[in-house]
C-alpha cells in the first residue's frame, strides 16, 4: 500500500531539551521523519522547544512552533494548524506522553487528528511495564517476577517476598528516571518515594534483580502487512545492572549461537504484534542468564529511541526515516533501501564488521554525585567506533570519548600493581571500569576472576587479553617491525598507544609506519556485507587490504564534527557542522564529514556526499584526510563550527600540511592564550578584569590582594569553566587551594591557577559574530538574566537584550570589531563580556562558532552558521548580504524595537545526580558549566517570551500560591520590590529570619519558618525542608552567598529539586520571574506563533528578503 | 613461506594464517553472509564440495555443541575467516571450533580481508578455489594449477555423495496423523524434526530410490531436500517427481528439490552469478503478499515466465497441469517458489527448516500438511486468492 491520500499535514512533535536518557538522537530521527514526510509532499507541522537542534530550524518544516511542549501549548497549535494527523513516536518519551495526554482530554478527537505510528492501546500496553508483563506472558515469554505499587506499604510487602536487592523503577519515565537497587528498607523507602513522584501515573514496580545476566536488545520494525525485521542485534558488554545507556555495547551481537538469537527474535516478534506497534520501530531488551540460557524480557520502547539510532548508524538502515514513511502507509517492501539502491528494505542488515559504543560521563561536574553505574542512566553522550574486529572497534570507540582515563594504558610496571584491589574496584560498575579490568587483567588476573567480579562475558575479556598480549609483543620486539605495527594497527592500538609501549613520541611512530607504508583502507557501511554494490559513501577505517575509497572530480571540503556530547559542547555545535555541510553542498563543495557520535545528524549519511565514522583524534584526521587527498582535491578542513574538539586539532592539523580554512590556527592562539589575547586587548585598548597567576597559596594571596575580592580562580589549564570558584575571602582562597591539591590537581609554576577579579553584580553579555576580514556581522547580542558569574551555558539570556541601550549595544560592536580584527577571525566569533558599574569588561574570545549560534540564527531568522561557511571559503559578507544569505543592511545588533524577543533557558540535570545517600546533588549555578541542555520561548515582548522559556525548561512557574524567600544580605535590597509584587499578585510569603525582618521594615507580611538547621520546633513545627517536601511551598528564591553551599541553602536547594518546584537562585532570576507570572496570568490556550511567520514578521521590518533554501541534502 | 595461501581459479590469492587442519583442499569459492549459526552452516551438505567464505568477520565465539549439527558431519570442502575466536563463549559449548574443523580434517584459513574477497566473487562470480597450508603451500603457479584442475560445479551431480545410505525413520512427535517419503539429496536434520513436531512419520530415504521405493512406504506425501551439485544433472530424481505428480500424491520440495520440481514442469535451471547464501533475504509470499525473512543456499535457479512481473503471478501451463511462481526474492526477482495448481505441489528454493536462519517461513510445513489433509481445495482457493492480491495490489502499483 503506497502513500495514503487522506492525509496532507503532519503534526511531528519533538523531544523537547537535551537532557540525561533524550538527546540528541531524536533531533536525528525527527531531522529524518520531517524530511521524507516532506519529500512525500505532505505538509509538517512540528513542535519542539529546543533551539539548538536542525528539526526546528525554519526549512525542515512547513510550520515550526518553537514553543513548550505542554499538553495546552500543543492543543493551541493542532487548533491553529489543524492537521490531519499526530506522529508521536519520534520524540521520544516526550512525544510519547505528550500525545497520550492529548487523547487523554480529548483533544485529538475534538479537532479530528489521527495517531499515526502507534495507537494509544500500543502505547500504554508496551509503556505500562505491569500491562506489558501480561503481554510477555502471551507471547509464551518470561519477565522477571514483579509487583506494581502504588503506596509505599504496598512496596513494603512486594519487597519481602521478592526480596533484596530489589529494582525499583517507576512507570512512563524515560532514562530510568527514579529507579534503581534498594538494598534494604531504608533505601527502600527512599528510592519507592522518589519513584511514586516521577511516575506520572504515581506508580512503581519492584523487580527482582537479575544482576549479572547477559543484556541484549533488537531493533525491529513493522509495517501495515504485518512484515516484520530486525534491522540489529545489540549486546551489552556490561551485563543486566548497568542501563543500556551507560553500557559499553557491541553490534551485532557476538556470544548468542544462531539458535538463541532465533529465539530472541521470534519472542521480539511475537512481542511487537501483541502490543500491537502496527507501524514503525521499536525497541526490545533481554536478560539472558548466561548459565543456562534462560531468557527474561526486560521492557519494550514502542518508538525510535537511542538504541535505534545507533542501530541505525551501525547498520545504514535508517530507522526513523523508514517509520516515517510506514506511518504514512508505505510498506516495507515498497521503500528502497538508499545505500544498495536495487534492494528494498524490507530485509535483515547483515553486518561485515563490528560496532562499539561507549558512554561519556561528566561526574567530575557533579563532585559529589554516586558515581555507580545502575539503573537509571547517568551518561551525558557517547561515542561509536567502526572496525572489522572487536578490538579494533573498542579501541577506536575509547579514543573518540576524548577522555585519556579511558583508554587503555600500559604506564609503570606491571609488578606496580594490585590485582586483588583492581578486581575489587571491578566489581562496582563506574566510568572507567572497562580500563581498570584492563589494568586488572595487565597485573595477572585471570579471564575467570575478572569474570567472575564483572559479569563481563568471557569472550569479550578474552578479547582484553590479546590487546594485552599484543601490547606485549609491541613492548618486547627488538624493534618496531613492519608485521609488529601491523598487528597492533590491526587490533585498534593508536600511535600515541604504540610510541607510549616503545616510548617514542607519536609523531616518530606515525613516521615509522608511513614509511613502512602501513596505513589504514576505508571500507563502507552497506547493510549487506558486500552481497550487493553500496550507492553511498558511509566509509570507516581499518587496518585491512582493500580500500573502496572512489575517486571523485568535484573539490572538496572536510568537516570536523564534535564527537561524544559532553557538558559544555552539545548538538548546538553538530548544527553549525550540518548547516556547513548543507550551504557547501549548495555552493558546489563536495562534503566530507568526520564524526563518532552517533546521536547526531551530522553522521547521518545523507547529510554530507561523504561520511567517515572515525574518532576525532590527530591520528585518525589525517588518514582521512590522506585518503581524500588521494580520491580528489581537498579545499581544506573546516575546524571552526564542532567545538574546542576540531579547534584543539587545528595548530597540529596545520603543522602536518593540512590547509585549514577560515580563522588560521595563528590566529586562534591569539584568541585562546591567555597572554596574546592580553596583548590583542591592550592593542585595541580594551580591558578585561585584573588578573594574575599563582602556583601558591602565597602568590594567589599577593594577587587577590592586589586585584582585591571576591576573586575568580580555577586551573590554567582546563577549559569548560572545570574547577572554576568564586572567592570572597582569604579563608576560603586557602581552602580553594587545599581542595585543588588535594583532588590530585598539581599546581606548579607551568600549571598554575589563574586568579581573576570577580566582576560584582555585572550584566554579562554573549556576542556572536560574523567577520570576513572586512566587515562585521554582528549575528546577536545577548544579555544575560543571571548576572556573570554563572557560566554563559547556564544562565537564560535575552535576545534582543533586554535592558541594554543602544549606546552599549553600539560599544559591543567596536569591541567585538576590534578583537575580530586583533585576532584575524574569518568566520564566527563569540564573546562574553561582563558590564560592571558602566564599564564593559572583555572576559573571553572564542574564534569558532559558540552554543548560542543556533539559538540566535532562530532568534533573527539569520542562518548564520551557512554564512560563516561561506565566509571561511572566501565569500565576503558583502557577497553575501547581496546573495540574499544575510540581510542586505543592518544585523543581530540593530533589531527593530517591534522584532520579537527570544529567551534562552538552560536546562539542569541535577535531578539525576543522587549523593551516595540518595540526597540530589548541590542546584546553586556557578562559574563551572553544568546544564545539559536548552530551551527557547519567543514571543512579542521579554515577560511573555521568559515565561515561556520557563515553561518549556520545567513546566513553569506558579500563578500563585506560596513562595519561600531566603537571600543574602547584598541581595535583601534587591528583592524587596518583586517579593511585593509577588503579594500583589496573592502569593503567600515565608520567609527565613533576617528576609522576613527586612519584608516587614518595607510593610510586606510574612510567615518565618524555621531553618533546617534549627531542627523541628518545640511542638514539632516543621522545618522549611520538612515543608518543601511536604509540597507545601510553590516556588523558592534562595540566593546562597559564596560558592561554598551552606548546608542550610543546601538543603533547601536539593529538597526543591527533589519535588520538581521552581528554584530561583540569583535576583536577576527572581524579577524576570515576577514578570512571567504577570504575563502569564488569566488567559485561555497560549498563543503560539511560528518560527517562519515570526522571521517573516522580522524580515518585512528589516526588508530582509532571504533566498529560498531549497530543500536541504536534496 | 606464507603460513596459508587462499588460491582463486582466475589467479588472485590472499594470504592468511592456517585455520583448522593444515594440508590443501579445493572447491567452489563462495560466501554465506549469515551473522550467526555456524555450525548449521558448516553441517549443511548443501556446501558439499564449496569453500564457503564467512562475511561476519568473527566466527567460533559460542564454539562447537552437542546439539546444532544439520548432520553427521562437516561437508563445507574449505572455511574462510577472517578473526576466528580464541575462546569460546556459550553455555552449551563442548570444543572450539578450530578444533572441531581439525579433527573433522576441513582446512581452513583466517586473517584474509574477507570482504575484499567476497566483493571479488560478488564482481566475478563464484569460482574455484584452493587454500593450501603448512606443506602444502608451493608457488602461485603451482597452486593455481591445481585449483585450476578441480572440477566445477556446473554439470556436478552430489546428491548421491551426501545421501543417507539407507533409509530411516524419524517417528512423528506425539500422535502419528501423517506419512512422508522424504527423499535425502543432502537433508538437514532440522526438516524432518519440524515435520515430525506437526505428527508426521517421516521415512528418509536415499537419493537413489526408485517409484516403488517411495509407493512402498504408502506416503501421504513426498519430500524432496536440499542438497548441492547442478540441478540439470538429476535426470533419474526429476523422472520420480514426474511419477509422483501423476499420482497426484502431495508433493513439497525445498532448495534442490524446488529446481527438481521445476525441471519436472519442464522448466530450466540456471547458475547465479554468485548464488543467495546468508539468512536474511526478502522473499514474497505472492499468496498472501507478505513477506519474509528468509535463510538461503543456492547457487542455481529455476528460470520461471513471469518471475519479475511485480507481485501478480501469471499461471503459465506445464506436463501436469497450469503452475506459477509462488514466491520471488525481492532483491533480485530470482523465482523462490513454484506451486501446482492442476496437482498437489509446491516448492520453495530457501529454506523453511531455517536452522540457521529465521524462522518466518516455517508456515510452509503447515501448508505441506495441509496439501496433504485437505488436499486440492485448496490450491484453488490458493490460487484465486493469489489472483485477487495480484489484482489490488496491480492496483496500487502504478499510483
Ligand atoms: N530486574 C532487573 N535486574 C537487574 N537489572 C535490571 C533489571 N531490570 C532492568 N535492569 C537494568 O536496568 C536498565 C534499565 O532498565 P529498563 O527497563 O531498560 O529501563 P529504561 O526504560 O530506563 O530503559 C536495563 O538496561 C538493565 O541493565
Ligand atoms: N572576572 C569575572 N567576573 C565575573 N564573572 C566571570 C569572570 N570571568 C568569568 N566569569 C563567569 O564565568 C563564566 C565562565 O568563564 P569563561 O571564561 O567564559 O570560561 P568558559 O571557557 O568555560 O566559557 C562566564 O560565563 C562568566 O559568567
Ligand atoms: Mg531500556
Ligand atoms: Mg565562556
Request: with cysteine; charged share 20%; glycine share 10%.
Amino acid at each position: 500500500m503506497p502513500l495514503r491520500y487522506d492525509l496532507s499535514s503532519i503534526l511531528v512533535i519533538g523531544s523537547g531539551p537535551i537532557v540525561i536518557g533524550q538527546a540528541c538522537e531524536f533531533d536525528y530521527s525527527g531531522t529524518q521523519a520531517c524530511r521524507v514526510l516532506r519529500e512525500e509532499g505532505l505538509r509538517v507541522v512540528l513542535v519542539n522547544s529546543n533551539p539548538a537542534t536542525i528539526m526546528t530550524d525554519p526549512e525542515f518544516a512547513d510550520a515550526t512552533y518553537v514553543e513548550p511542549i505542554t499538553p495546552d501549548v500543543v492543543e493551541a497549535i493542532i487548533a491553529k494548524e489543524r492537521p490531519d494527523a499526530l506522529l508521536p513516536t519520534l520524540g521520544g518519551q516526550t512525544a510519547l506522553n505528550t500525545a497520550i495526554a492529548l487523547h487523554g482530554s480529548g483533544v485529538l478527537e475534538k479537532y479530528g487528528v489521527e495517531l499515526i505510528g502507534a495507537n494509544v492501546e500500543a502505547i500504554q500496553l508496551a509503556e505500562d511495564r505491569h500491562a506489558f508483563k501480561g503481554v510477555v506472558e502471551r507471547c509464551g515469554a518470561e519477565s522477571a517476577r514483579s509487583a506494581i505499587c502504588h503506596t509505599m506499604d504496598e512496596v513494603l510487602v512486594a519487597a519481602g517476598d521478592l526480596g533484596y536487592p530489589v529494582v525499583v523503577r517507576p512507570s512512563f519515565t524515560m532514562g530510568g528516571l527514579g529507579s534503581g537497587f534498594a538494598h534494604d528498607d531504608v533505601e527502600l523507602r527512599r528510592m519507592a518515594g522518589a519513584g511514586l513522584h516521577a511516575s506520572p501515573t504515581t506508580e512503581v514496580l519492584l523487580e527482582e534483580s537479575i544482576i549479572g545476566w547477559k543484556e541484549y536488545e533488537l531493533e525491529l520494525m513493522r509495517d501495515r502487512n504485518d512484515n516484520v525485521v530486525v534491522v540489529c542485534s545489540i549486546e551489552n558488554l556490561d551485563p543486566m545492572g548497568v542501563h543500556t545507556g551507560d553500557s559499553v555495547t557491541v553490534a551485532p551481537s557476538m556470544t548468542l549461537t544462531d539458535r538463541e538469537f532465533q529465539r530472541l527474535r521470534d519472542i521480539g516478534i511475537a512481542v511487537i504484534r501483541e502490543v500491537g506497534v502496527d507501524t514503525g520501530g521499536c525497541n526490545i531488551q533481554f536478560a539472558v542468564n548466561p548459565v543456562d540460557g534462560r531468557i527474561i524480557v526486560i521492557e519494550m520502547n514502542p518508538r525510535v529511541s537511542r538504541s535505534s539510532a545507533l542501530a541505525s548508524k551501525a547498520t545504514g538502515f535508517p530507522i526513523a526515516k523508514i517509520a516515517a514513511r510506514l506511518a504514512v502507509g508505505y510498506t516495507l517492501d515498497e521503500i528502497p533501501n538508499d545505500i544498495t539502491r536495487e534492494t528494498p528494505a524490507s530485509f535483515e542488515p547483515t553486518l561485515d564488521y563490528v560496532v562499539v559504543k561507549v558512554p561519556r560521563f561528566a561526574f567530575e561536574k557533579f563532585p559529589a554525585a554516586d558515581a555507580t553505574l545502575t539503573t537509571t542512566m547517568k551518561s551525558v553522550g557517547e561515542a561509536m567506533a567502526v572496525g572489522r574486529s572487536f578490538t579494533e572497534a573498542l579501541q577506536k570507540a575509547l579514543r573518540s570519548l576524548e577522555s585519556p582515563k579511558a583508554l587503555f594504558h600500559w604506564d609503570g610496571a606491571p609488578g606496580d600493581l594490585d590485582r586483588d584491589a583492581l578486581l575489587e574496584t571491578a566489581r562496582v560498575p563506574t566510568d572507567g571500569r572497562l580500563s581498570t579490568v584492563q589494568q586488572a587483567l595487565r597485573a595477572g588476573a585471570t579471564i575467570e576472576q575478572v569474570h567472575d567480579a564483572t559479569g563481563i562475558d568471557p569472550w569479550f575479556l578474552d578479547q582484553l587479553v590479546l590487546i594485552e598480549e599484543v601490547a606485549h609483543e609491541v613492548a618486547e620486539a627488538p624493534e618496531l617491525t613492519a608485521p609488529v605495527l601491523r598487528r597492533a594497527k590491526r587490533h585498534g592500538f593508536s600511535d600515541a598507544q604504540v610510541g607510549a609501549l616503545r616510548s617514542m613520541p607519536e609523531d616518530v611512530v606515525r613516521g615509522v609506519r608511513h614509511a613502512l607504508g602501513i596505513r589504514p583502507v576505508f571500507k563502507t557501511v552497506d547493510t549487506c556485507a558486500a552481497e550487493f554494490a553500496a550507492a553511498t559513501p558511509y566509509h570507516y577505517s581499518s587496518y585491512d587490504e582493500e580500500d573502496e575509497v572512489t575517486p571523485s572530480e568535484r573539490r572538496k571540503v572536510i568537516i570536523l564534527g564534535s564527537g561524544p556530547n559532553r557538558i559544555g559542547q552539545g548538538v548546538e555545535f553538530d548544527y553549525s557542522c550540518v548547516h556547513a555541510a548543507f550551504a557547501l553542498r549548495e555552493s558546489g563543495y563536495e562534503t566530507v564529514m568526520v564524526n563518532c557520535n552517533p546521536e547526531t545528524v551530522s553522521t547521518d549519511y545523507d547529510t554530507s556526499d561523504r561520511l567517515y565514522f572515525e574518532p576525532l583524534t590527530l591520528e585518525d584526521v589525517l588518514e582521512v584526510v590522506h585518503a581524500e587527498q588521494r580520491s580528489g582535491e581537498v579545499v581544506g578542513v573546516i575546524v571552526q563550527l564542532g567545538g574546542q574538539t576540531p579547534l584543539g586539532l587545528a595548530a597540529r592539523l596545520e603543522a602536518c600540511g593540512v590547509p585549514i580554512v577560515g580563522t588560521s590556527p595563528a590566529a586562534i592562539h591569539l584568541a585562546e592564550e591567555r597572554g596574546a589575547f592580553g596583548r590583542v586587548l591592550a592593542e585595541a585598548g580594551l580591558i578585561s578584569p585584573k588578573h594574575g597567576t599563582a602556583s601558591s597559596f602565597l602568590e594567589a594571596k599577593a594577587v587577590a590582594d592586589r586585584i582585591g575580592y571576591p576573586v575568580l580562580v580555577r586551573p590554567s589549564y582546563v577549559l569548560g569553566g572545570r574547577g572554576m570558584e568564586i572567592v570572597y575571602d582569604e579563608e576560603s582562597l586557602a581552602s580553594y587551594l587545599g581542595r585543588a591539591t588535594g583532588s590530585g590537581v598539581r599546581i606548579t609554576p607551568e600549571n598554575p591557577v589563574l586568579v581573576d577579579r570577580f566582576l560584582d553584580d555585572a550584566i554579562e553579555i554573549d556576542v556572536d559574530a560574523l567577520y570576513d576580514g572586512h566587515e562585521l556581522y554582528l549575528g546577536g547580542v545577548m544579555e544575560h538574566i543571571e548576572e556573570a558569574g554563572i557560566h554563559s551555558g547556564d544562565s537564560g539570556c535575552a535576545l534582543p537584550p533586554a535592558t541594554l541601550g543602544t549606546a552599549e549595544v553600539t560599544r559591543v560592536r567596536e569591541q567585538t570589531e576590534a578583537i575580530a580584527r586583533g585576532v584575524g577571525v574569518r568566520g564566527l566569533l563569540n564573546i562574553q563580556f561582563a558590564l560592571a558599574a558602566g564599564v564593559l569588561y572583555v572576559l573571553e574570545a572564542n574564534p569558532r562558532a559558540s552554543r548560542t549560534v543556533p539559538f540566535v540564527s532562530k532568534a533573527t531568522g539569520v542562518p548564520l552558521a551557512k554564512a560563516c561557511a561561506r565566509v571561511m571559503l572566501g565569500s565576503s559578507i558583502a557577497e553575501l548580504r547581496a546573495e540574499g544569505l544575510l540581510p542586505a543592511v543592518g544585523d543581530g545588533g540593530t533589531l527593530p524595537p517591534e522584532a520579537p524577543v527570544s529567551v534562552k533557558e538552560a536546562v539542569l540535570p541535577f535531578k539525576r545526580f543522587l549523593t551516595p545517600d540518595g540526597q540530589v546533588v548541590d542546584s546553586v549555578l556557578g562559574p563551572e558549566m553544568r546544564s545539559t541542555g536548552e530551551v527557547m520561548g519567543i514571543d512579542v515582548d521579554f515577560p511573555r517570551a521568559f515565561a515561556k522559556s520557563q515553561q518549556a525548561a520545567y513546566g513553569g512557574l506558579p500563578q500563585s500560591g506560596t513562595v519561600f524567600v531566603s537571600v543574602s544580605d547584598r541581595d535583601k535590597r534587591a528583592m524587596i520590590f518583586p517579593v511585593k509584587r509577588l503579594v500583589d499578585l496573592g502569593f503567600d510569603v515565608l520567609a527565613t529570619e533576617g528576609t522576613a525582618h527586612t519584608l516587614r521594615r518595607h510593610g510586606i507580611a510574612s510567615t518565618v519558618v524555621r531553618k533546617h538547621s534549627a531542627g523541628p520546633g518545640p511542638d514539632g513545627e516543621p522545618t522549611i525542608v520538612q515543608r518543601i517536601l511536604d509540597g507545601e511551598v510553590d516556588v523558592v528564591v534562595n540566593t546562597p552567598s559564596g560558592r561554598s553551599a551552606r548546608a542550610d541553602g543546601y538543603e533547601i536547594r536539593a529538597a526543591t529539586t527533589a519535588m520538581d518546584r521552581p528554584i530561583i537562585t540569583t535576583v536577576q532570576q527572581l524579577s524576570a520571574a515576577v514578570q512571567g507570572i504577570e504575563a502569564m496570568s488569566g488567559e485561555g490556550l497560549p498563543s503560539v506563533t511560528s518560527l517562519q511567520d515570526h522571521s517573516r514578521a522580522l524580515h518585512a521590518i528589516w526588508g530582509f528578503i532571504p533566498a529560498t533554501d531549497p530543500e536541504p541534502g536534496s | 613461506m606464507a603460513d596459508a595461501v587462499l588460491v582463486l581459479e582466475d589467479g588472485r590469492t590472499f594470504v592468511g594464517r592456517a585455520y583448522g587442519a593444515s594440508g590443501r583442499t579445493v572447491g567452489e569459492a563462495v560466501f554465506c553472509t549469515a551473522m550467526t549459526g555456524y555450525q548449521e552452516t558448516l553441517t549443511d551438505p548443501s556446501y558439499h564440495r564449496q569453500v564457503v567464505v564467512m562475511t561476519a568477520p568473527h566466527i567460533g565465539n559460542t564454539g562447537w555443541n552437542d546439539e546444532d549439527d544439520e548432520s553427521a558431519r562437516i561437508w563445507v570442502a574449505g572455511y574462510v575467516v577472517r578473526d576466528p575466536a580464541r575462546r569460546a563463549s556459550s553455555w552449551r559449548s563442548r570444543r572450539g571450533l578450530a578444533d572441531e574443523l581439525a579433527a573433522q580434517g576441513v582446512v581452513g584459513i583466517s586473517d584474509v580481508d574477507t570482504r575484499a574477497l567476497t566483493r571479488h566473487l560478488r564482481e566475478r562470480g563464484a569460482m574455484r578455489a584452493g587454500i593450501f597450508s603448512g606443506d602444502a603451500v608451493a608457488s602461485d603457479a603451482a597452486m593455481l594449477e591445481v585449483v585450476r584442475a578441480a572440477p566445477s560445479m556446473a554439470g556436478a551431480d552430489l546428491a548421491g555423495e551426501v545421501s543417507t545410505p539407507r533409509a530411516y525413520v524419524v517417528e512423528a512427535v506425539g500422535e502419528k496423523r501423517l506419512t512422508v517419503a522424504a527423499l535425502d539429496l543432502g537433508i538437514k536434520g532440522m526438516t524432518p524434526e519440524l515435520m515430525a513436531q506437526r505428527g508426521i512419520e517421516v521415512h528418509v530415504l536415499p537419493a537413489a530410490s526408485t517409484v516403488d521405493d517411495v509407493l512402498a512406504v504408502a506416503p501421504d506425501g513426498v519430500f524432496f531436500s536440499n542438497g548441492p551439485g547442478d540441478p540439470g544433472t538429476a535426470n533419474d530424481v526429476v523422472g520420480l517427481i514426474g511419477a509422483v505428480l501423476e499420482r497426484r500424491i502431495p508433493f513439497f520440495g525445498i532448495c534442490f528439490g524446488n529446481q527438481l520440481l521445476g525441471r519436472a514442469l519442464g522448466l530450466d535451471t540456471y547458475k547465479l552469478t554468485y548464488g543467495h547464501r546468508g539468512i536474511n533475504q526478502p522473499v514474497l509470499d505472492r499468496t498472501t503478499g507478505k513477506v519474509e525473512v528468509t535463510a538461503h543456499n543456492h547457487g542455481f535457479a529455476v528460470r520461471a515466465p513471469g518471475a519479475g512481473t511485480g507481485t501478480g503471478a501469471e499461471p503459465f501451463d506445464t506436463p501436469h497441469g497450469r503452475a506459477r511462481v509462488s514466491h520471488v526474492c525481492l532483491n533480485d526477482d530470482v523465482v523462490e517458489g513454484l506451486e501446482c495448481l492442476d496437482v498437489p505441489a509446491f516448492s520453495v528454493q530457501y529454506h523453511p527448516e531455517a536452522a540457521a536462519g529465521p524462522h518466518d517461513a516455517a508456515y510452509l510445513f503447515d501448508r505441506f500438511v495441509d496439501l496433504m489433509t485437505v488436499g486440492c481445495e485448496s490450491r484453488a482457493r490458493h490460487a484465486g486468492a493469489s489472483q485477487r492480491e495480484a489484482h489490488t495490489r496491480g492496483e496500487g502499483e502504478g499510483s
